[in-house]
Every structure is written in structure tokens, then in C-alpha cells.
């Protein structure tokens, strides 16, 4: 999916390589190499929504549209965090919405088969406080069950075997994901944030540019 420079190949063999390897799994973020040369990737950090022996499926936490989430689905715009824009999941489907919620403190799920959804649940708990909010039900069901909840138009996605390709050579990162990363306010950097808070050197790469020309 990513294609590397001579400047990409030099960040991710010399920096990504050479840290301890975590593994990717639901729940986690990809975090782009600096100098990533694919420009809908460059400081994108992707939250992985799917991740198994059949591929990956992720959606990038960094990319917004201008289109407001009550012109799409006016109802869930109440359960939507600052900005209410829809953001842009990745390139693959963008016809197709996913709305990925985190949990109030505490809260229970709606997780049971629901045969209004045909045997659907309304939420599909990931891996701490996040989880998937199925579209087809009530938005009612979820106050006070959501912190907040971000509406994506498209996925990125990985065929089996493509994402440790690319995490061998050094395009990508893996971290464990914050609640603040998918709620993110606009103004937030959350690929130099995400990279601020790894272990050294990462952070000294925090305000790395998309194009390197622009330092």
C-alpha cells in the first residue's frame, strides 16, 4: 500500500527497524514512517478495526472531510465529537460509513444479537473502550453510553500478509491506541502527538513535515 522514497527507506530501515517489534492487533494504530512518499499516508496514523489471518481493515484518524455529519445522518450528529465532520477513513469504499465509538466510563454495550439488525448487535466492542456502532440502529440506544464517536467514509485495507511486508521494511509503527486519538479536537496534530509519547527517539520526530521540502 505505502510506496517509500530514498529518503521514506531511510527513516523506516534506520528508525522503525530498529525498535522493539509490537505486534499489530485490533485496537492498535499504525503510525506512518516520516517520510512516508504516499501522499494519502504521509503522518497518517490508521486505527485498526480488523486485523487477522484474512487481512487488515483500519481507518485513518487524521483526515476530514468538509461535509457535516448531519448532512449524511442527521440523527447520530448529536453523538458525534467536535468537529461533527465526516472523516476520511481511506480509499477503499468511501460510499460505505463506519462509525467508531468510544465507551463512557463504566458504560454497558448494546452487544446482544438485536433481530431488528437481522441478528446484528448494535455495538461491536474492539479492545478496551472502543467499538463499532452499527448505523442501523436507534442512535437513542447509545446516550450516555458513548464518550464520543467518529463517522469515516471509506477503510484502508491490507490483503493477508501485505501489512508485516510493509511493517518489515519500515513504513509503519505500531502503538497502542487513546480514546484522544479517535476524539481528537481539530486543531490536534495526531500523528506528532501519537509520536511524542513513544519511546525514544520517536518523539524527536514529532513535527516532521509531509514533504520534507517544506522544512
Known amino acids: ?7 521514506g527507506n531511510l527513516f ?3 528508525l522503525f527497524t530498529s525498535l ?45 472531510s468538509e461535509t457535516p455529519v448531519h448532512n449524511v445522518l442527521e440523527d447520530w450528529e448529536p453523538l458525534m465529537s ?22 463512557a466510563l463504566g458504560a454497558e454495550l448494546p452487544e446482544q444479537p ?16 472502543f467499538a463499532i456502532v452499527n448505523l442501523g440502529a436507534e442512535p437513542g440506544v447509545f446516550e450516555g453510553r458513548l464518550a464520543g464517536a467518529r463517522l469515516f467514509a471509506g477503510y484502508a485495507g491490507w490483503a493477508p500478509g501485505q501489512l508485516h511486508d510493509e511493517l518489515d521494511r519500515g513504513d509503519w509503527y505500531v502503538a497502542p491506541a487513546l480514546p484522544s486519538d479517535v476524539l481528537a479536537p481539530a486543531g ?11 519511546a525514544w527517539p520517536l518523539p524527536l520526530y514529532a513535527t516532521y513535515p509531509e514533504d520534507i521540502r517544506d522544512n
Not at 1 to 7: E, I, L
Not at 188 to 198: E, K, N, P, S, Y
Open 1 to 7: 500500500m505505502a510506496d517509500m522514497d530514498s529518503t
Open 20 to 64: 522493539e517489534r509490537t505486534e499489530p492487533a485490533t485496537g492498535m494504530l499504525l503510525v506512518a514512517a516520516p517520510g512516508m512518499a504516499s501522499p494519502g499516508f504521509a503522518r497518517s496514523v490508521i486505527f485498526l478495526i480488523e486485523h487477522d489471518a484474512t487481512g487488515t481493515l483500519g481507518v485513518d484518524l487524521t483526515t476530514r
Open 188 to 198: 490536534a496534530d495526531v500523528w506528532g502527538d501519537v509520536m511524542r509519547r513513544q
Open 82 to 103: 467536535k468537529p461533527p465532520v465526516v472523516y476520511i477513513g481511506g480509499p477503499v469504499n468511501r460510499t460505505q460509513p463506519i462509525c467508531l465509538g468510544v465507551t
Open 12 to 14: 523506516g530501515d534506520r
Open 114 to 129: 438485536d433481530p431488528e439488525l437481522g441478528g446484528a448487535p448494535a455495538a461491536q466492542r474492539l479492545a478496551n473502550r
